[in-house]
Structures are given as C-alpha cells and as structure tokens.
C-alpha cells in the first residue's frame, strides 16, 4: 500500500512538473535570463509551491507521527558549512547550464525534451563522483 501511494505522489508532483512547465529546460532558462528573454511565470510557480508547503508542514507537523511511519524523519542539520554551499553553487550552475534540476529532469526524459538524454547521465555521474568523495571523508571522521 506504501508503494502504491508514494508512486501516486510521484505521479501527482510530476504532472505538476510539466503543467507548470519546469520539466521544460527552455522555459527554465527563460525565466534565468534576466536580461534577455525573461520569463516571470516561473516564479508564481515556486511562490505557489512554497505557499502549499508551508501550509502543508504547518498542519502535518501538529500530528504527533505521519500516518504510515512510526515517526516524522526531518532534517536535523543546521550548520552552513563549505559542503552546503559548495553543492548549492554546483547545483545552480547546473540549473542555470542545463535549465533542469533532477525532479524535472527525470520527468522530461518522459518528453523526450531536448538534452534531457545528455543531462540525465551527466547528473547521475555527478551524482556518483560527489559521494565517492565525500563518502570516504565521512567515514575517517566518524572513526
């Protein structure tokens, strides 16, 4: 039952994905150039998506566990550190590059948008080479 609804969620995010045209790289690299052909709309788009999740944590969180977990599993961390804003820059230079982040990038693959065949790989190899690396550091200062 756990899968079946996860898998709707899914379904549910990436619809909204590609109605609100964020799995479209064009339209993501449009609303990037500010100084060209910009494109505001996809800031009611993650004004709206702030607006419901905060909404959404404000009336979750008065629960005292979720529904289908024995407990609420956030974020503890805190600190800004160089790693935070280090993968923050690679991150947005991605985005701003590439017109995608991973969400839309594995819902555009759906669309045979263009790129997205390049992107895709390139992120996952991103992907791999940073826990490569980082995962070797963490496990010599938790020894």
Do not use: E, H, K
């Given at each position: 039952m756990l899968v079946l609804i996860n898998f709707v969620i899914g379904l549910l995010f990436s619809v909204g994905l590609v109605i609100s045209?964020?799995?479209?790289?064009?339209k993501v690299l449009n609303f990037l150039d500010i100084a060209g052909t910009w494109d505001p709309s996809l800031a009611f788009v993650m004004a709206g998506a702030i607006a419901v999740a905060f909404t959404g944590?404000?009336?979750?969180?008065?629960?005292k566990r979720p529904l289908l977990a024995p407990a609420?599993?956030?974020?503890?961390?805190?600190?800004?550190?160089?790693?935070?804003?280090?993968?923050?820059?690679i991150f947005g230079i991605g985005w701003g590059l590439g017109g995608?982040?991973?969400?839309?990038?594995?819902?555009?693959?759906?669309?045979?948008?263009?790129?997205?065949?390049?992107?895709?790989?390139?992120?996952?190899?991103?992907?791999?080479?940073?826990r490569s690396i980082t995962m070797p550091q963490r496990a010599l200062k938790e020894a």
């Open positions: 045209g964020m799995s479209n790289p064009a944590y404000r009336l979750v969180l008065r629960r609420f599993q956030l974020p503890a961390g805190t600190d800004i550190d160089r790693r935070l804003l280090a993968g923050a820059a995608l982040c991973p969400g839309p990038a594995f819902t555009a693959l759906g669309l045979s948008a263009p790129g997205v065949l390049a992107f895709v790989p390139a992120m996952l190899a991103g992907i791999w080479a940073a």
